[in-house]
């Protein structure tokens, strides 16, 4: 039997492609000077006028960049076929947004640190399990969707140890490098150093 290996970014595709997207990072979205809409983990350069967003309202629920409606016009919650509720198209494209951005290494190289890396990549491996539980919570994802992509991420996650990045070399290591600078994620960093 092959069992077909799913990369960092296919499984936070699965589970934060629902829209939610969040995650413990600040997301900033700004204005350029030529009008274009730029999303980013870190704040942009001064002479932009940066919003830091959120995506989680204090009671935990999930808040939309605007309101969504229905076809008549009045707000409303629109659902797909399969049951789940629709995503704003606003959100949408923030999540892409910030998907296009969590895949963007920092230019900033910074010495390997297995502790630091470590940390991080644990870190939000369990960030894209709580944003999966909170997505089936909120009606956003099935839970049968969940239960496949949920043992993937946790199996991923286990991969990564200190002893495991001590002894690393090659692309491995450099991904281990590039996860010690706390502006990286999973995401870039696996699309940059791809490894076994």
Not at 49 to 65: F, H, W, Y
Request: net charge positive; proline share 5%; glycine share 10%.
């Amino acid at each position: 039997m092959m069992v077909k290996k799913l990369s960092w970014l296919a499984m936070a595709g699965l589970v934060w492609g629902m829209g939610a997207g969040a995650h413990a990072q600040p997301v900033y979205k700004w204005v350029d000077a030529q009008g274009k809409t730029h999303y980013g983990s870190q704040p942009p350069p001064s002479n932009a006028d940066a919003e830091p967003l959120k995506l989680q309202s204090n009671n935990g629920s999930t808040r939309s960049v605007s309101s969504s409606s229905s076809s008549s016009g009045k707000p409303g919650q629109q659902y797909n076929a399969d049951g789940t509720k629709k995503i704003p198209k606003d959100v949408q494209e923030f999540g892409e947004g910030v998907k296009k951005a969590l895949q963007t290494v920092d230019g900033k190289e910074v010495p390997l640190n297995c502790s630091a890396a470590v940390d991080n990549i644990h870190y939000q491996a369990d960030q894209m399990l709580e944003v999966g539980q909170k997505n089936v919570r909120d009606g956003y994802m099935k839970q049968a969707d969940f239960d496949k992509t949920a043992p993937k991420i946790r199996e991923a996650r286990g991969k990564y140890s200190l002893s495991d990045c001590q002894s690393s070399s090659g692309n491995k290591k450099l991904f281990y490098q590039c996860m010690s600078n706390s502006y990286n994620h999973v995401m870039g960093c696996d699309k940059e150093h791809k490894h076994d």
